[in-house]
Each structure stands twice: as structure tokens, then as C-alpha cells.
């Protein structure tokens, strides 16, 4: 897959949930590998913060993100919507300390990527397999997020308040492509006993009856009610019974987890790529969102490339049998097995080591290791199944190497090794010349690495 920008520029104005401010955002498409950056257009030099989870400040009642004295909050909303819609790269600019906060949702951001489109770039969406289990927990409040590996993307979301009217929610979705009907018009929510706090906390001056769910779960003098309604600037209520006290109904029963489900998608957009895995959080919040993050992110940071996936039950994309039809190869050089993966760039192909190779009685007796030099050479016969591959007729042709450059050995191949080769092009293939980067795989380990040339030529 390759990476997505918008298509074009979109806009979106309102007031900041928080600073009660009107404010613009304007969204642009950016080039290959930028990710999200967000852009202080109103302050002098207009600085930029990348959105990544090493950057964010404050998790209080929203996420924050901030470089030096420059922040801007309430990004999470924009970031699911991005995220989800498969966006990679995307440049924000905007003329105040947060994103606005519209209708307390993530719909109004997805209805303007619909309508604007999205556009391939040359290149490949770098995703972040999850192979085995991760988890944080929060000993303080009980919070939990996991992440299983799986195929694809999805998140479930269980929500339990001191409530009684939120005592516990539960949300999930499945895939992204249902993001839009499922979750993205979920509004964020706020308890009436939280708000005289977080008015004296200079928060949510924004804060309105249309873009967000209140809820009444504590009888509260009516007093008390009239001056909270004058600070938030809405006509005196009487609140004789407990519940949502929205003018609109909510649009699920179980909209706040629906929203916190968003949150959590928009939070997981800062480790910078898009992750196959399952999400499992119990109380979610933004700090352990956030907590959570930064450590699959530092993983990510520290991964170099990562292997391939590979299931030995898994049949093959090409067999021994058909390796053969592409290739002149024969034992005892015919250094790859099978093929598991197969694109018009890129090739994955298995070598079983086993004691039995020929060359580890003279390489060596006592230590038998793969030579480096055949670990080079799988490589390259994955690469001559690559481009042969897709030719009308592969049994006339042969690659040859012209050129190898960098080669790196980082540990021994002994017997016993499953070998997975991952071969790429680097550009397009041009005069029957082509630019290839390889990796070789032990388990999870890198351990050769070349980039190479080689010429296809028709036999004669």
C-alpha cells in the first residue's frame, strides 16, 4: 500500500473548547514520510510541533501537544479522523492554542476528507506489525491498555464511572472502514459536578450544550445550578431528575464510549505509524493513552526495519517448483525455498537452513556458520524472482549482478535458521537495470543487509 495525503486543502473553523476562542484550521496535504505536523501560524516564525507522543505536554482534558512554550491542544479529535481514514502525511496550520472543537466530534473532519479526496504517493505506507502481546497498566486507577497482533486494525473500549448514570459502557470496531458510521459522530462528554472545577481551572470556556453531552449524575442545589449556567452563558435550567440534559438525544446509548473509543484512535495516531494489531483499554484516558504510546512508540523508534510476518502453515505464493520456473538455479545453489509475499516492488522468500547444506562441512567443521556470501546470494535469487516474475516469459531471461554496495553481517546463520529474505526495489526499473535493497532475517533480528544491482538479460 502506498502512502495517502489529501487530495487538497480544507478548512474548518469555530471556537477552541477550552480558550473559547474562534479559531481556524486549515489542513494540507504534505509530502512522502512527513506524518502529522501542526503549524502555529499566528505565533512569530510559525513554529511547527510534530505529532508524536514524546510531544505531548498535557493529557488533563485532552490531548496536548507542545514544543518549548508553543502547544496546541484538543488534537485528538482531527488526529482519529486522519488516522482512520488511512492519511499519512498532512500538514496543519492553525491560529490558536487548539484545534477547534465544532460539534464535539470527529464528523465534520471526516466529511471534509470525503469531500476533498485522498491522492497515492510513490511511497510504501509503513505499517507496525505487532507480533506479541504489550500492555500497560496504571496501578493508580486500574487503567489498562493492550494490543494483540492481528491481521488488521481494530479497538475495543470499556468505559466504568463512579456513576449512576455512566456506570459502564462498552464499544468496539472492528475495521477503520467503519469509522464514520460507528464512531466518528460521537460526541465528548462531561459531568455537571466536573464543571465549576474545570472553569476554575481556566478550561473549557468553550464549553456548550452543542458540542458536548452533559451529564447530571448528583443532585446539585439549584443554586448552584443557576450560577454554572451563567458561567457557561446558557439559559437557567431546572434539572429534576438525573440524566443526559442535552436539548438533542444521544445518537447511541453507549455514546461516551463510542467517544472515548475515538479518543483512543487518535491518541494511538502519535506513535507516528499505522499499526496492525488489536486494542483492547479498559478506563481509558488521554495520560494512559498517552503512557501507552510512548512505549510502543519507543519500540517503533528502536526498530530499524521489522521482519517479515511468516507462518510456516501459510502456503506458499510460489513454490519450490515454480521458484525453479523462474530461476536457473539448481542445487546445490538454489538458495530459497518458497516465496510468502510478492508485489511489483517487493519479494519476502524463506530459506530453511538445515545441517545438511553443503558448504558447512568445509564452513566450518566444528562451527558450521552460512557464509556471508550466500546469505548475499539468496537475496539476489529473491530479487531475480521479483523481476522476473512479472515478465510474459521469465524462462528467457536471467539477472545478473553488476554491483553490491553496504553489505552489513550483524550476527551467524547456523543450522536451524529459518532465513527470511525481504527484497525491495528501490526505484523503477530502467535499461533492464535494477536498484535493490535487501534484508536478511533471523526470528526478528536483522542480520544482512546489501543493496545491490543486477541486470536482466535475455538468454541466448
Not at 136 to 161: A, H, Q, R, W
Not at 225 to 231: N, S, W
Request: charged letters at 25%; one cysteine or more.
Amino acid at each position: 500500500m502506498q502512502q495517502l495525503t489529501l487530495n487538497e486543502s480544507f478548512e474548518v473553523a469555530g471556537k477552541g473548547l477550552h480558550s473559547g476562542l474562534k479559531i481556524k484550521a486549515v489542513f494540507k496535504p504534505a509530502p512522502e514520510n512527513h506524518g502529522y505536523k501542526i503549524k502555529r501560524v499566528d505565533i512569530e516564525g510559525e513554529p511547527i510541533i510534530d505529532a508524536v507522543a514524546e510531544n505531548v505536554i498535557d493529557t488533563k482534558r485532552g490531548t496536548v501537544l507542545g514544543k518549548g512554550n508553543v502547544y496546541v491542544s484538543t488534537v485528538e479529535h482531527a488526529l482519529s479522523a486522519l488516522y482512520a481514514a488511512g492519511v499519512d502525511n498532512c500538514l496543519i496550520e492553525v491560529d490558536g492554542p487548539e484545534l477547534p472543537i465544532l460539534d464535539g466530534s470527529a464528523i465534520i473532519y471526516v466529511n471534509a476528507l470525503e469531500q476533498v479526496g485522498l491522492k497515492e504517493q510513490a511511497a510504501e505506507k509503513e505499517f507496525y506489525y505487532i507480533k506479541e502481546k504489550k500492555q500497560f497498566k496504571d496501578e493508580e486507577n486500574g487503567s489498562t491498555l493492550t494490543i494483540y497482533p492481528d491481521d488488521g486494525f481494530s479497538v475495543e473500549c470499556m468505559v466504568e464511572y463512579n456513576s449512576q448514570v455512566l456506570p459502564n459502557q462498552f464499544a468496539i470496531l472492528d475495521e477503520l472502514a467503519e469509522f464514520k458510521q460507528e464512531v466518528a459522530s460521537a460526541r465528548t462528554f462531561v459531568f455537571v459536578r466536573e464543571i465549576q472545577d474545570l472553569i476554575n481551572n481556566d478550561l473549557i470556556k468553550g464549553g456548550d450544550l452543542d458540542n458536548a453531552i452533559v451529564i447530571y449524575d448528583e443532585e446539585i442545589p439549584q443554586n448552584k445550578v443557576d450560577e454554572i449556567c451563567d458561567i457557561v452563558g446558557v439559559p437557567h435550567m431546572h434539572l429534576s431528575k438525573l440524566g443526559y440534559i442535552n436539548p438533542t438525544p444521544l445518537k447511541w446509548d453507549n455514546e461516551p464510549a463510542r467517544h472515548k473509543l475515538m479518543d483512543i484512535i487518535g491518541d494511538l495516531s502519535l506513535i507516528g505509524r499505522p499499526i496492525k494489531g488489536r486494542v483492547v483499554a479498559i478506563r481509558p484516558g488521554h495520560t494512559v493513552n498517552n503512557k501507552f504510546t510512548r512505549m510502543v512508540r519507543k519500540e517503533v523508534k528502536h526498530t530499524e526495519i521489522q521482519s517479515p510476518l511468516y507462518t510456516p502453515n501459510t502456503p506458499p505464493i510460489i513454490n519450490v517448483n515454480g521458484i525453479k520456473k523462474l530461476l536457473p538455479h539448481r542445487y546445490p545453489f538454489l538458495l530459497i525455498d518458497k516465496v510468502i509475499e510478492i508485489d511489483k516492488k517487493h519479494v519476502v522468500a524463506v530459506k530453511n537452513v538445515t545441517v545438511n547444506e553443503p558448504f558447512f562441512p568445509g564452513h566450518f567443521p566444528e562451527e558450521p556458520v552460512m557464509p556471508g556470501v550466500l546469505q548475499v546470494e539468496a537475496m539476489a535469487q529473491a530479487a531475480g524472482v521479483l523481476v522476473l516474475n512479472f515478465l510474459e516469459d521469465p524462462e528467457q531471461y536471467s539477472t545478473y549482478f553488476l554491483k553490491i554496495d553496504n553489505v552489513k553481517f550483524r550476527q551467524k546463520v547456523v543450522p536451524g535458521s529459518t532465513l527470511l529474505l525481504s527484497v525491495s526495489l528501490t526505484t523503477e526499473i530502467r535499461r533492464g537495470c535494477a536498484m535493490v535493497k535487501g534484508y536478511a532475517f533471523v526470528g526478528e533480528k536483522i542480520v544482512c543487509e546489501a543493496e545491490f544491482m543486477a541486470q536482466i538479460i535475455k538468454n541466448k
